[in-house]
């Protein structure tokens, strides 16, 4: 379960030595957005050489319609990343089309069949948001569904995608809800957005938890800083661990009831799959630090 994707742009060295260090479950190269048209040959290198060897490190290539894309992956895929994030995606169909040229790319470059997965952004473009039920069997090669709020606002010519308040307006409001039903028509995980106020600890806090509430499993970060307190709000706490083990105990003591009472608060069917599903995330996460 990845938790946290940090953000690094492809063409900065210095930063992505400093990516390694700071916990985060995934870094994603990015030759996108952040990068420049002119440094975007050798950020592919770097890239390449960054990756190499390492199974946690994904890749943003460009969208797959920019003419880009194609030399993106080509310098990249003999590193086989982990994953590929997949740009103002118009539809499944284009993460279908990705995993395609995965496969070619894979069988070429002689990497496992499979190896590099794909989270495509599902909402910086307007059309894309009526199209998200395309997701559901696109590819087994999906590792969830994230958003992006910025992209989506400058298609519109909005002047703003969140209110005085620091919230979300409703249309990204919106384009978030619509992500995170889509995540879980295709049954993989929904990853929430960056949050770009990178120094203000308190609200990107409050935007994990609330994220990790609504049912995301993780977060893009875009700052080192931003690491430990999204990999804190998508941990289960140990409360939350105690009450689901007691969910779980109280069904298994009592085969054949499909209704039960704990704490003064019914309990059935959904509270016992969610109660499994904490305790499984528990599970890997107490593996994964003692492994
Ligand atoms: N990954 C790794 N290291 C990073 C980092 C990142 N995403 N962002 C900052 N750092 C490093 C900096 O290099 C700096 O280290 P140094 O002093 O040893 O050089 C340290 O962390 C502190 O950085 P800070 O001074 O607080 O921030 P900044 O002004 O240098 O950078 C941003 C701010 C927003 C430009 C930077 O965080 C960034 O590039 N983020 C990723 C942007 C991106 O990929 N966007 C695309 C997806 S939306
Ligand atoms: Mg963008």
Not at 210 to 215: E, L, S, T
Request: aromatic letters at 6%.
């Amino acid at each position: 379960m990845i938790r946290s994707f940090l953000f690094v742009p492809g063409d900065s060295e210095r930063k992505l030595e400093k990516a390694g260090g700071v916990g985060a479950d995934a870094i994603i190269v990015d030759l996108e957005d952040s990068v420049t048209a002119e440094s975007r040959p050798r950020a592919r290198e770097l890239a390449r050489e960054y990756i190499e060897g390492r199974d946690d490190v994904w890749l943003r290539i460009n969208p797959v319609d920019s003419g880009e894309a194609l030399a993106d992956l080509q310098a990249v895929m003999p590193a086989a990343p982990g994953g590929i994030v997949l740009p103002k995606a118009r539809s499944g169909d284009d993460a279908a089309r990705l995993a395609t040229k995965l496969d070619e790319l894979e069988s070429r470059f002689d990497v496992a069949a499979g190896t590099t997965r794909i989270l495509p952004l599902c909402t910086e473009r307007p059309r894309a948001l009526f199209s998200l039920e395309s997701y559901v069997g696109a590819t087994p090669r999906l590792a969830g569904l994230t958003w992006g709020a910025e992209d989506l606002s400058a298609a519109l010519g909005a002047r703003a995608n969140r209110g005085e308040d620091g919230h979300w307006l409703s249309p990204y409001e919106l384009a978030r809800s619509l992500c995170l039903f889509a995540a879980a028509a295709a049954e993989v995980p929904a990853i929430d957005t960056v949050y770009t106020d990178f120094r203000d600890a308190e609200g990107l806090a409050s935007f994990a938890a609330r994220a990790a509430r609504d049912g995301f499993t993780g977060m893009l970060a875009i700052h080192p800083g931003q690491v430990a307190t999204i990999n804190a709000a998508f941990s289960p706490s140990d409360e939350d661990v105690r009450r689901a083990e007691r969910i779980v105990a109280l069904f298994t003591d009592n085969p054949g009831a499909g209704v039960l009472a704990l704490d003064g608060e019914m309990i059935d069917k959904p509270h016992l799959v969610q109660a499994r599903r904490t305790k499984a995330l528990a599970d890997s996460l107490k593996a994964r630090q003692q492994g």
